[in-house]
């Protein structure tokens, strides 16, 4: 009789699991474990993203509070955001509109004022017709507004407009005095007519 026959002999078939377990056993083991690593993984994931966001936007320890940095800096005036192509536009109307300048309001203190006053924060918007804004020296965008009057035009220069064309910002976002817009839209008047 051979090795094959005495061991069916004996009358009982060995357990495939010697030790007794149940046969499921093994499979219900790597369920459990891919279950909580399915789910283990994903948390700590999450959670070392959050504290990577966390750590790149907190500031500098050197850093002062936004209040302790002036509001002037967070507040500053609309209109002396430039861009440069349109400050580039700007720079050539303004060269090309001051050649045409009536040579008697080159001398006067009221006319300097105005001028820079143009110079330094009008010209962001009508040196190149941004936001609707007429530019100085074309005629044909001021010639509706010039008929309008100069006291119609000083209201919306101190106190802002809006408008079919556009949008023009109390003082044009600056803080110069009522006189001083004043002198400015009559300086962009003359270079218009």
């Known amino acids: ?90 720079a050539s109307t303004t060269a090309a509109a001051s050649s045409a300048a009536p040579a008697a309001a080159a001398g006067t203190t009221v006319a300097d004022a105005g001028k820079k006053l143009y110079g330094s924060t009008c010209i962001a918007c009508h040196g190149a017709g941004v936001a609707g804004a007429p530019k100085v020296g074309d005629k044909s965008d001021w010639a509706p507004i010039i008929a309008q009057g100069l006291p119609t035009l000083y209201d919306r220069a101190i106190h802002g407009y809006t408008g079919k064309r556009g949008v023009m910002p109390p003082k044009g976002g600056s803080t110069a005095s009522d006189d001083d817009v004043k002198a400015a839209v009559r300086y962009m008047v003359a270079q218009s007519k």
């Open 1 to 90: 009789m051979s090795a094959h026959d005495s061991h069916h002999s004996k009358g009982h078939a060995a357990p495939s699991n010697a030790s007794g377990a149940l046969p499921f056993a093994p499979t219900l083991r790597k369920l459990i474990v891919i279950l909580v690593l399915g789910f283990a993984v994903p948390v700590i994931i999450l959670v070392l993203i959050a504290h990577f966001i966390a750590v790149e936007t907190e500031p500098p320890a050197a850093s002062q509070p936004v209040a302790a940095q002036g509001s002037d800096r967070n507040l500053a005036p609309v209109a002396q955001a430039s861009v440069a192509a349109s400050t580039t536009a700007a």
